[in-house]
């Protein structure tokens, strides 16, 4: 794994990026002193940058005074090459607007970054190996020199437009009425991608059936693929029939009593501060930077941080 400088410069191969709690490297006050903040990441799924997007809010927090900068696709794409997001997404670049599009807390966005301006990104952040469960905000900003009490409303937050909130009650009025409903993210073509053994697929498939089982709800479901295989008490509605942005159908799930589903960054982590989420995770004694607090996950995996 190479870890990169403040200038996004590859300067060594490291086991693991960031800085140990037994040796701690923090944020230097000079820049805390001038006030622009540009948050970047090194990595551009939509899942890798919402898990960040409690971070303006909390840095204003932190610092009142200080202007929060996020980064325009071009100015990505002048570091990065997309290709190894695009299995995900047709422009993965595109997700920093995504997830920060009418967040009061972002200033602006910034297409080139000033010649030897230091960006303190992704990679600059304090773990402690005793506990791995640890979300990637808190472990920034730990750098960032926050202290614990600081950070803990940290669950990844979107802000929808009046038009896009119009839209998406409008659809759920249209579907649900005054009903409760449930979304159900049950897209496991990435299990396939991991080579997993299809008992093992299918062992995760009966945890998400099992916990389908405990709501009596219709449900919104999205799948990469065709077939629905899981049984309800309530009507099932395929999410690809309605016809709706990605944002507006992010604004509906969060309107959802319950969410069901494999771990995903667009079909269950963002959602962790607005419904129920009960998620069946990628990895299943390992959940590390990815974590929600608030998300009970299925199956084998214990957080050991609560």
């Not at 809010?57 to 980064?71: E, F, G």
């Not at 020199?145 to 937050?157: G, I, K, L, S, V």
């Not at 998406?168 to 897209?187: H, M, Q, R």
């Amino acid at each position: 794994m190479i870890f990169f400088n403040e200038y996004l410069q590859g300067i060594a191969d490291v086991s693991q990026v960031g800085f140990s709690t037994t040796s701690p490297q923090y944020i230097p006050e000079y820049y805390l002193n001038e006030g622009t903040f540009i948050i970047f990441r090194t990595c551009h799924s939509y899942g890798d940058w919402v898990i960040l997007s409690a971070m303006p809010r909390l840095l204003k927090q932190k610092y009142p005074d200080c202007t929060v900068i996020i980064p325009s696709p071009e100015c990505i794409a002048k570091f990065f090459s997309p290709g190894t997001w695009m299995n995900k997404h047709e422009n993965p670049f595109n997700n920093v607007i995504e997830v920060f599009a009418n967040n009061p807390y972002v200033d602006g966005m910034i297409d080139d970054i000033p010649a030897g301006y230091p960006i303190y990104h992704d990679h600059f952040r304090i773990y402690d190996t005793d506990k791995p469960d640890t979300a990637l905000v808190q472990q920034m900003l730990k750098f960032w020199r926050f202290a614990d009490h600081e950070m803990q409303d940290c669950e990844p937050e979107l802000y929808w437009s009046d038009d896009e909130q119009t839209q998406g009650n409008a659809i759920i009025k249209t579907l649900f009425g005054k009903e409760d409903f449930g979304f159900l993210y049950i897209d496991d073509t990435f299990l396939y991608s991991i080579h997993l053994e299809e008992s093992e697929i299918q062992r995760r498939r009966n945890l998400i059936q099992e916990e389908i089982n405990n709501h009596d709800l219709t449900w919104l479901y999205f799948s990469a693929g065709d077939k629905f295989r899981y049984k309800t008490s309530g009507n099932v509605i395929d999410v690809k029939d309605i016809k709706m942005t990605l944002r507006i159908q992010n604004y509906v799930k969060s309107k959802a009593k319950t969410i069901i589903g494999f771990q995903g960054g667009y079909g269950t982590d963002c959602m962790s501060r607005y419904a129920q989420c009960y998620v069946v995770p990628l990895h299943q004694n390992s959940l590390n930077e990815h974590i929600q607090y608030k998300t009970t996950y299925l199956g084998e995996h214990v957080n050991s941080n609560t």
